[in-house]
């Protein structure tokens, strides 16, 4: 079965940088998309960023284009997004899927910005 483990949250301040890692296991990771969700204190879920199969291609919001960047590492079925220029409004759970994303969601990693 699928598994998905969210590391590397934390607290910063607005302006400060985080880097989010995800262990993925029980799909066949260097032939699967793969993105990155956030879910606010509302339980609202939305995309932050999104990466193709072979890793050159990553797909943002408005929102996170030019101040988030997402990489994957096939050979070790991990994902990560770094955050640059994080703002308060940024503060939510992160969570790594699929896209489409499975039903199967992981703990995910709590980010709180602080202004």
């Known amino acids: 079965q699928v598994q998905f483990v969210e590391s590397g949250g934390g607290l910063v301040h607005a302006g400060g940088s985080l880097r989010l890692s995800c262990a993925v296991s029980?799909?066949?990771?260097?032939?699967?998309?793969m993105s990155w969700f956030a879910r606010n204190s509302e339980k609202e879920l939305r995309l932050v960023a999104g990466?193709?199969?072979?890793?050159?291609?990553?797909y943002y919001t408005d929102s996170t284009r030019d101040r988030f960047t997402i990489s994957r590492d096939n050979a070790k079925s991990m994902m990560f997004l770094q955050m640059d220029n994080l703002r308060p409004n940024d503060t939510a759970v992160y969570y790594c899927?699929?896209?489409?994303?499975?039903?199967?969601w992981g703990q995910g990693a709590q980010v709180t910005v602080l202004s």
């Open positions: 029980g799909i066949p990771f260097p032939r699967t998309l």
């Open positions: 899927n699929t896209q489409p994303p499975k039903s199967s």
């Open positions: 990466i193709n199969e072979d890793g050159d291609r990553g």
